[in-house]
């Protein structure tokens, strides 16, 4: 099993900044990639962006240029950069971590933390 705690959600103005964490903890060592997620009311959940173990990143192009995520492999962490925010980013961010030991590949999910972003 693997746990997942989110941090760093909020309110924020457009235009500002928010800091997303997430750290693993757990039976992590077959864990090759992580994410953030986001869910907005009456959408369905999108990737916003993703890190692999190696550092490999990929991100939705709605967020390119604005977020950047970095992960920490010592502290089991993840991170969201969010910069230049829109009201089109509020949603429930989830941070997810892909569990290569199984086949096929199982998902874990955090619990999800609220970001609001006020225009």
């Known amino acids: 099993q693997v746990q997942l705690v989110e941090s760093g959600g909020g309110l924020v103005q457009a235009g500002g900044s928010l800091r997303l964490s997430c750290k693993a903890s757990?039976?992590?060592?077959?864990?090759?990639?992580m994410g953030w997620y986001r869910q907005a009311p009456g959408k369905q959940r999108e990737l916003v962006a993703s890190?692999?173990?190696?550092?490999?990143?990929n991100y939705a192009n709605s967020v390119k240029g604005r977020f950047t995520i970095s992960g920490d492999n010592a502290q089991n962490t993840v991170y969201l950069q969010m910069n230049s925010l829109k009201p089109e980013d509020t949603a429930v961010y989830y941070c997810?971590?892909?569990?290569?030991?199984?086949?096929?590949?199982?998902?874990?999910w955090g619990q999800g933390t609220q970001v609001t972003v006020s225009s």
């Open positions: 997810n971590a892909e569990d290569w030991g199984t086949y096929p590949p199982y998902d874990y």
């Open positions: 757990g039976k992590i060592f077959s864990i090759n990639t």
């Open positions: 890190i692999t173990r190696d550092g490999i990143t």
